[in-house]
């Protein structure tokens, strides 16, 4: 059977699940929230990673309803977490370009508040740099009816894109996610560094969180506390955890 058969199958019996991983504010080391990432536990092949299944399911438009599982999923869990008195909790998910299309998005949102009882702004949205640049226009609209719904918008795999400054001061977003190629190298990598410097200094003055991703080393960390960096994610604080594990890490934070 074709992948996409596959796909389609898994999302029929429940073969897709959510793993979270910790956002940290980068001086303090505290919990500030998680992303959901999408796994899929195919019945045979085992854990397949979204490498080998989001491209497929992007090219056939099966992403819409997975990614609307994924947020579904993601929004009840954070709910009971909330409930089980693990507070400011903010999630993120991950929104593809298809989705962002979607012109029913911004409704399908707001009714998987209403059904699992998220408040909205417990929910950051991700979409990538170029699938923001993608078609403009129509981002602003969605960026905008987003915003007003009461969620966060967060730019993903920043720097990767062609997102030019006056694009990012007219865009009604909350957070720039330095993309990790440009952790990777710090702190010895001088290109790295300078363009991280500026990404986070054009970020403050625009008021926008910085958040850097695949962060590995204690001297990348340290690197990014020094230039100013506000949030952390990556393997050295945490890879992403199952639900249970995740309930361990919020338990023994309390
Ligand atoms: O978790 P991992 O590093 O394996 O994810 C690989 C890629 O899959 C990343 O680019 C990530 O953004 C993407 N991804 C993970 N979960 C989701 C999801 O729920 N929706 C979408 N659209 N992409 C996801
Ligand atoms: O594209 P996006 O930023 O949504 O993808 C996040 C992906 O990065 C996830 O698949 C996650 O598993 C992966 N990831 C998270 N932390 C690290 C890290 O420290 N190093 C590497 N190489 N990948 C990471
Ligand atoms: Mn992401
Ligand atoms: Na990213």
């Known amino acids: 059977v074709s992948l996409e058969t596959d796909l389609r199958r898994g999302l029929e019996r429940n073969e897709f699940l959510v793993h979270y991983q910790p956002r940290l504010e980068a001086s303090t080391g505290r ?9 899929w536990e195919h019945p045979e092949s085992g854990l397949v990673p979204p490498s080998q299944f989001i491209p497929i399911a992007e090219e056939s438009g099966l992403i819409v309803p997975i990614g609307l599982w994924v947020l579904e999923a993601a929004c009840r869990q954070t709910r009971r977490w909330l409930d089980a008195g693990f507070g400011d909790l903010k999630l993120a998910v991950n929104l593809s370009v298809r989705q962002f299309k979607d012109a029913g998005l911004v409704q399908k949102i707001q009714n998987v508040l209403i059904r699992t009882g998220l408040p909205a702004d417990h929910l950051e949205l991700e979409i990538t ?24 918008m967060a730019i993903d795999d920043f720097g990767t894109g062609y997102s030019s400054l006056s694009y990012l001061k ?4 909350d957070v720039l996610k330095i993309d990790r190629s440009f952790v990777m190298g710090l702190p010895q990598e001088r290109s790295d ?16 969180v910085t958040v850097a991703e695949g962060v590995e080393s204690n001297d ?23 639900v249970p594990e995740f309930h361990s890490y919020l338990t023994g934070m309390k």
Do not use: F, H, W
């Not at 919990?31 to 796994?39: K, N, P, S, V």
């Not at 990348?220 to 199952?242: A, F, H, K, M, W």
């Open 31 to 39: 919990l500030r929230g998680m992303e959901a990432l999408i796994r």
């Open 170 to 173: 007219r865009l009604p977003i």
């Open 193 to 208: 560094l300078s363009i991280v410097n500026a990404v986070v200094g054009m970020a403050r003055s625009l008021g926008l």
């Open 220 to 242: 990348q960390l340290s690197t990014l506390v020094s230039i100013g960096c506000d949030e952390v994610q990556g393997y050295l604080l945490s890879r992403p955890l199952t």
């Open 129 to 152: 740099e170029s699938g923001l640049m993608n078609d403009i226009e129509r981002g602003m609209e969605v960026l905008a009816e987003l915003k007003n719904l009461g969620c966060t």
